[in-house]
């Protein structure tokens, strides 16, 4: 299912942050900060948070009477693509972002089914001292890369947060779900997966960039009885950095979702934690990029098909 033409739609450049409220807001900061978050700015009751990238804040957590998902942002390519937005089902008009860092303008829409906030943002500014990690050298049986007499050596603590890489949606409608975001932006499938009778259920979107290589998947749903976020992903800097990471959340006795392990669509190695209001937010690194040299995917719905090796799937992941 896509729509008539590239032109019709509102072109998407990267996924960019996402919105939480938290009741007990303080805990959540102190778990925030843990997972590998940097505070960048508060306003009023809004903690602002940013990675090692460049990007202005890839997680924003309110503080509010009730635990609840409050959308994800994308970047549109165009001030054209965020005048398109204001046409979207529910959409504000365009509104300022003065108060965020990096500033910018937005459009909210809601989910034509499900009813959950959508953002849309352009023209943020970036911050100017992106960090930039040591990438390690290895030795593997037949091939040495690291000098002699030289040791690999690590601190431990939180596993840096370097972008948001995608979040994830339970909806009540796959096939309405599928057209809009199919239809209405630049979404393309990597994969698909069906049920016994063939029909789609599950679906992981990369944003249809041309050649440029992008994640496998910036937004996945699938089709449930109730809709509810599912998880938000970040990316950390490698492996030992994830696994540092994962050490360092199980010291201080947070409660571990699933991981460490390997996922087969989109290959990423994979730990996923339960933040203290119990959403569930993910550390992954080395994730497949695509481009449109690759095709969809489509697969049927089985046990086995969310990861290669790890620990067994907890009943808790699919709820």
């Not at 998407?12 to 778990?31: G, M, P, Q, S």
């Not at 063939?198 to 937004?219: K, M, Q, W, Y």
Request: aromatic content about 14%; overall charge negative.
């Amino acid at each position: 299912m896509a729509g008539s033409s590239n032109e019709s739609r509102i072109n998407l450049i990267r996924i960019a942050h996402v919105y939480y409220t938290h009741k007990e807001i303080d805990k959540a900061h102190e778990f925030l900060l843990d997972f590998g978050f940097q505070e960048v700015k508060r306003v009023d009751k809004d903690i602002y948070y940013r990675g090692t990238s460049s990007e202005s804040f890839v997680y924003c957590a309110r503080h509010g009477k009730e635990d609840g998902f409050g959308g994800a942002a994308f970047v549109v390519e165009s001030e054209s693509d965020l005048l398109a937005a204001t046409k979207l089902p529910g959409a504000t008009g365009i509104y300022d972002l003065g108060n965020a860092p990096g500033g910018g303008r937005c459009v909210t829409f809601y989910d034509p089914v499900d009813k959950f906030p959508f953002h849309l943002v352009h023209g943020q500014k970036s911050h100017a001292d992106e960090k930039v990690l040591p990438q390690l050298n290895f030795n593997f049986p037949t091939d040495k890369h690291r000098p002699g007499n030289q040791t690999q050596r690590f601190e431990k603590g939180p596993a840096p947060v370097h972008k948001l890489g995608h979040f994830g949606m339970c909806v009540t409608d796959f096939a309405k779900a599928f057209e809009f975001y199919t239809t209405r932006f630049n979404f393309k499938p990597s994969d698909l997966i069906h049920d016994s009778t063939g029909r789609d259920i599950t679906t992981f979107l990369h944003l249809d960039r041309g050649s440029e290589l992008v994640d496998h998947h910036c937004f996945f749903f699938f089709e449930g009885p109730k809709s509810h976020i599912h998880h938000s992903s970040f990316e950390t800097h490698d492996f030992d950095t994830q696994v540092l990471g994962h050490d360092w959340l199980r010291s201080k006795g947070y409660e571990n979702c699933w991981g460490v392990g390997r996922h087969i669509m989109g290959s990423q190695i994979f730990d996923y934690w339960f933040d203290t209001s119990r959403f569930i937010i993910e550390h992954y690194v080395d994730g497949d990029l695509v481009n449109d040299q690759q095709p969809t995917n489509r697969t049927p719905a089985k046990p086995d098909n969310l990861h290669v090796w790890g620990p067994d799937l907890p009943p808790t992941f699919l709820q």
